[in-house]
Structure formats: C-alpha cells, structure tokens
Nanobody
Framework: QVQLVESGGGLVQAGGSLRLSCAASGRTFSSTSLGWFRQAPGKERECVASIRWNGNTYYADSVKGRFTISRDNAKNTVYLQMNSLKPEDTAAYYC??????????????????WGQGTQVTVSS
C-alpha cells in the first residue's frame, strides 16, 4: 500500500521560511514525477511545484524565485523549501506522486497518489 506522509507545515510570519517534506512508502518513485500542490478554502487545488525523474522542474508563477522543490531518491522523499512567505501562501499543502511517467507533470490529473496534507499559515 502506497503512503505519502507530509511534515513541516505550521504557522510563520510573513517573510519567514518553512521546509515541507514528504516521505513515500510502499513503492519507489525514482522514475516518476513528484509534486507539491496547495488548496486554500474556496479555491481549486493548484500545482505549486513539481519535479520529474530527470530533475526538470515546474513552478507556478506565484512562487518562482521563492520556493524550491527537490527530491532524494535514496530516501524516496520530496522537499519544498519555501522562503519569503506571503499571507497568500496560506493553504493546505499536499504532496503527490505519479504512478508512471508522463509528458505532463503540473496538473492534478497527472498524479495518482496523494498525501493527507499539511497546513501552512502565514500571518501578516
């Protein structure tokens, strides 16, 4: 059974930093894409950042230059370093893993496995 477990969320002041981690178990994802999504109340889930098996990355325009996604295949873990946080970054953050590699890797439909989510709250 595949499980994705996020950690690292919390409350931070604007301008601060957080590092999210997502550890996968049940299978390895070294050859497929991993992603971080977020969902604020009343809004659709959106891709914040994703990373392909070869290291190619995607970032939403709203986080470019502030967030960095990385992966450690030996640990079957994906990370999201978030700097210069803004109140509009407040949301539940979810990690996602693709069951197989595709050409696309930034849509909800590109991923089969999801974590339970971790809350990030940025105060002004």
């Amino acid at each position: 059974q595949v499980q994705l477990v996020e950690s690292g969320g919390g409350l931070v002041q604007a301008g601060g930093s957080l590092r999210l981690s997502c550890a996968a178990s049940g299978r390895t994802f070294s050859s497929t894409s991993l992603g971080w999504f977020r969902q604020a109340p009343g809004k659709e889930r959106e891709c914040v950042a994703s990373i392909r098996w070869n290291g190619n990355t995607y970032y939403a325009d709203s986080v470019k230059g502030r967030f960095t996604i990385s992966r450690d295949n030996a640990k079957n873990t994906v990370y999201l370093q978030m700097n210069s946080l803004k109140p509009e970054d407040t949301a539940a953050y979810y990690c996602a893993a693709a069951a197989y590699e595709r050409n696309r890797y930034s849509a909800v439909s590109d991923y089969e496995y999801w974590g339970q989510g971790t809350q990030v709250t940025v105060s002004s």
